[in-house]
């Protein structure tokens, strides 16, 4: 299987690694947080494969709370257990925390120039591209399973064409997809 | 009657709420806004949206942040700082545990069926996410240009994606789109 062999157990993450590259996570993510994640874990660090990083997002996905704090405890928790999880959940969430609260309450207190909205307005526009990119990306390892096409494509069109909330989007595809990936056994593909 | 003060009400009603909020915080925020500005008056509307809006703009979770600017409002910094914990806390708790139990039977092949089950619907989920992100800063064919040259660039190049940000940031400024 494609995400055993890529995934490396057997890397010595430090919790120093996951107090330094979580802050830098958190602190980059504006527009989207994936991006910045996927990017740190996967491509510069080596912490995850690309399949296994997507099954992790799926995984964080379905269970409550925001689901990029979700992947922070299981990285932080699969190399240094109860204590990685929460250095790495504090090192996500801290720094921007305080960094949005002091200029999120300014915003609301002072009149700001209309620049920053022109400003803000172009870098939503590219972190849209950045989201698209990384969906992509993580699309790869599965490009060769028509099944895993149409899934993906049927969930986009459900929230895209037919507006369904996430969860209904969820609930409904999830059983049926994974009805198919269990007809379809691994050594057919 | 005597009822907790708001600060405690708002944060302990955060805290029920995150163990639920499967799918995401965003799930809640109807349950949020009703709590909020519908049956408090903690917040009004504008102010809702106000908070939102920031979230969305600055880095890190915007959701922790929006509930922390509602704690605040709520109940200054130490109502913004238990809002914080109270987002993700609980449900924070309720992942550990479930990744602990899901990564004891990793190689079960039940287990693998399930993941290559789970991905596509993730994946199709975030490429949508990134198209309403685009849809809701369209201004014209220049944003839409400068989504599709972020996304070109990311897959085509290892350039990092900070430096194509801070580029659309300054055509942005630059009243270029």
Partial sequence: MMDTLNSREDVDVTLGALFLEFPKIGLCGIGSMLVWTRRVIVDERHWMSEAEFAETLSLGQFLPGPEIANISIYVGSKFRGPIGAIIALLGLTAAPLAVGLVLGTLYLRYPHPAVIQKVLGGISAAAAGLLIATGIKMLMPHRRRPAALFFAALAFAGIILAKLPLLTVLVGLVPLSIAVAGVMSPKAE | ?177
């Fill in chain 2, 1 to 177: 009657m005597s009822s907790p003060p708001a600060p405690v009400a708002f944060v302990a009603q955060l805290a029920l709420l995150s163990l639920i909020s499967f799918g995401g915080i965003p799930s809640i925020l109807p349950g949020i806004h009703n709590l909020v500005v519908v049956t408090k008056g903690w917040a009004t509307d504008r102010e809702f949206a106000d908070f939102y809006a920031i979230a969305q703009a600055m880095p890190g979770l915007p959701m922790i942040l929006m509930m922390s600017l509602i704690g605040w409002k709520v109940g200054g910094l130490t109502g913004a700082l238990a809002s914080a914990v109270a987002t993700c806390g609980p449900s924070s708790a309720v992942a550990f545990v479930a990744f602990r139990l899901s990564h004891r039977f990793r190689d079960a092949s039940w287990q693998r069926i399930v993941r290559r089950g789970l991905v596509p619907v993730t994946v199709g989920i975030v490429i949508a996410s990134g198209y309403v992100l685009a849809r809701a800063a369209d201004n014209g064919w220049q944003a839409a240009a400068i989504t599709g040259a972020a996304a070109g660039l990311i897959l085509g190049t290892r350039i990092s994606p900070l430096w194509i940000l801070v580029t659309a940031g300054a055509i942005g400024g630059l009243g270029l789109i």
